[in-house]
């Protein structure tokens, strides 16, 4: 079974610092990891994604995450935030099983970021 | 490329009474999901399907929750009859059969009083 870990369900910080939401998963394959972004009542929006080659992955809106396997993280910065980066963060894992992405979320990470 | 439509976009009703939902994926993705997300919490599988068979509907309160997917297309959500704990967002989803990442659509949000 997989798993996700988001530590800290609340994140605050000030404008143009340094962003860092954090993600541990569990899983018995190689997983395929997500980001995804949700703004108040909407939907979910894919920041980036993870499933093969190179462990750094950039994705939209200047975020990027870093897979570390011997750690179990996959987790999101962003060098400089932006008022426009106030939203919810989810973590996913799935089993990468192509046309069968089942998707395990995490219980999210709100940020805040401080004027 | 048109996203994933849902509606309504809001619901209230009471317990005990039912409720559907609609849900229109993108042109020409034959995976289908439904989502549960629960205030606080990070959305939940209900049902999963390929083209109008299902995959998995391993998390479905099946004596209240059914959905179908006609002619693997259109699918509706239908709770009968909801509980106060129904109070969610619901989530439809698509994605191509085989690609990687989904499309979200906006969401149903449920109160149920």
């Known amino acids: 079974a997989q798993s996700v870990t988001q530590l800290g369900s609340h994140v605050s910080v000030s404008e143009g610092a340094l962003v860092l939401l954090r993600c541990n998963y569990s899983?018995?394959?190689?997983?395929?990891l997500f980001w995804y972004v949700q703004y108040p009542n909407q939907g979910l929006q894919l920041l980036l994604k993870?499933?093969?080659?190179?462990?750094l992955v950039k994705g939209i809106n200047g975020f990027e995450a870093e897979f570390k396997k011997s750690e179990t993280s996959f987790h999101l910065t962003k060098p400089s935030a932006h008022m426009s980066d106030a939203a919810e963060y989810f973590c996913?894992?799935?089993?990468?099983?192509?046309?069968?992405?089942?998707?395990?979320f995490g219980t999210g990470t709100r940020l805040t970021i401080i004027p | 490329e048109a996203g994933v439509a849902q509606s309504p976009r809001y619901k209230i009703i009471e317990k005990r009474q039912s409720v559907a939902f609609w849900c229109n994926p993108i042109?020409?993705?034959?995976?289908l999901y439904w989502y549960q997300q629960i205030l606080g919490q990070g959305p939940k599988l209900l049902i999963q399907?390929?083209?109008?068979?299902?995959?998995?509907d391993s998390q479905l309160p099946k004596d209240r929750f059914s959905a179908e997917r006609l002619k693997g297309v259109d699918s509706t959500l239908k709770i009968q009859p909801a509980k106060l704990e129904d109070s969610a967002v619901y989530l439809c989803?698509?994605?191509?059969?085989?690609?990687?990442?989904?499309?979200f659509g906006s969401g149903t949000r449920l109160t149920v009083v």
């Open positions: 989803a698509s994605s191509p059969t085989r690609g990687i990442g989904y499309t």
């Open positions: 899983s018995s394959v190689p997983p395929y």
């Open positions: 993870y499933t093969t080659g190179a462990t």
């Open positions: 996913a894992v799935s089993d990468g099983n192509f046309g069968n992405e089942k998707l395990t």
């Open positions: 042109s020409g993705h034959a995976t």
């Open positions: 399907f390929q083209n109008n068979g299902v995959v998995d």
